[in-house]
């Protein structure tokens, strides 16, 4: 990653985090409260793993990230938490990695805007390393589509907080 990656990463991350949170109060969100597949569950290939997916009851873009992975197969269980950075904090996310919601499939975390090709060549490989992020909220990853509009971003392969690119997408 370079530098001003890095740096954007370490300033995007918090504004990500903020811009999928409304500024009103809102009621607690329990982590048991769930929500299962419902028109695309016919989709489901048996043969993926269950994600379980952490995120802002109120989030569109991390909705249409599980929509992503429910379109490419993925089995989903969605927790809506109030409270994402002790979700971060428990499975080691390091600030400048982290995005606005936090996945977890068979025993990798996935953070961000992953795109599901990129979990399933990691579940096919089985790299030792904690999972994947795609830092901050890039234009045109999965969850984040704007027309034709798309930045490149980086997938990063995480372990112990050190990080090296996993895929890249977009130029």
Same mark, same amino acid.
């Given at each position: 990653?370079?530098?001003?990656?890095?740096?954007?990463?370490?300033?995007? @991350?918090?504004?990500?985090?903020?811009?999928?949170?409304?500024?009103?109060?809102? @009621?607690?969100?329990?982590?048991?409260?769930? +929500?299962?597949?419902? !028109?695309? %569950?016919?989709?489901?290939?048996?043969?993926?793993?269950?994600?379980?997916?952490? =995120?802002?009851?109120?989030?569109?873009?991390?909705?249409?990230?599980?929509?992503?992975?429910?379109?490419?197969?993925?089995?989903?269980?969605?927790? $809506?938490? $109030?409270?994402?950075?002790?979700? =971060?904090?428990?499975?080691?996310?390091?600030?400048?990695?982290?995005?606005?919601? +936090?996945?977890?499939?068979?025993?990798?975390?996935?953070?961000?805007?992953?795109?599901?090709?990129?979990? =399933?060549?990691?579940? @096919?490989?089985?790299?030792?390393? !904690? *999972?994947?992020?795609?830092? *901050?909220?890039?234009? *045109?990853?999965?969850?984040?589509?704007?027309?034709?509009? %798309?930045?490149?971003?980086?997938?990063?392969?995480?372990?112990?907080?050190?990080?090296?690119?996993?895929?890249?997408?977009?130029?």
């Amino acid at each position: 990653m370079t530098r001003i990656a890095l740096a954007f990463a370490l300033v995007a @991350a918090p504004l990500a985090l903020a811009a999928c949170s409304p500024d009103a109060p809102r @009621a607690e969100a329990t982590p048991t409260e769930t +929500t299962a597949p419902t !028109a695309l %569950a016919s989709a489901v290939d048996p043969s993926l793993p269950a994600v379980t997916v952490y =995120k802002s009851p109120t989030c569109g873009c991390c909705s249409a990230w599980v929509d992503h992975l429910r379109e490419n197969g993925f089995p989903v269980e969605t927790v $809506d938490v $109030d409270d994402l950075q002790a979700v =971060k904090a428990e499975y080691g996310i390091p600030p400048g990695l982290q995005s606005c919601h +936090t996945a977890v499939v068979d025993g990798y975390v996935v953070e961000g805007h992953v795109p599901a090709a990129d979990v =399933k060549r990691l579940l @096919a490989e089985r790299p030792e390393a !904690a *999972g994947l992020a795609v830092p *901050g909220m890039p234009v *045109g990853s999965p969850g984040m589509e704007q027309g034709d509009t %798309a930045e490149p971003y980086d997938v990063l392969l995480v372990d112990d907080g050190q990080s090296s690119v996993f895929a890249h997408h977009g130029d």
